[in-house]
């Protein structure tokens, strides 16, 4: 799994820290998706073929 912490400064509203810069950090979470299970995916879906999906996949994967 992968995180990806972001922070921002901003300025406190409410509390004993009102009118304060601070900053606020969220954490994103996501997960890597398996190149095939997309592959297999968008063939199924949009019917097409694999062969092409996997030749743009490694295409864009050199990128």
Known sequence: MA??????QTRIKDGKHKGEDMFV????H???????KI?????????IPKGVMRASWKHLDRQ
């Open 39 to 47: 592959i297999q995916y968008a063939s199924d879906t949009y019917n």
């Open 25 to 28: 950090m969220r954490v994103d």
């Open 3 to 8: 995180l990806n912490i972001n922070s921002k």
């Open 30 to 36: 996501y997960n890597t998706i398996d190149a095939e």
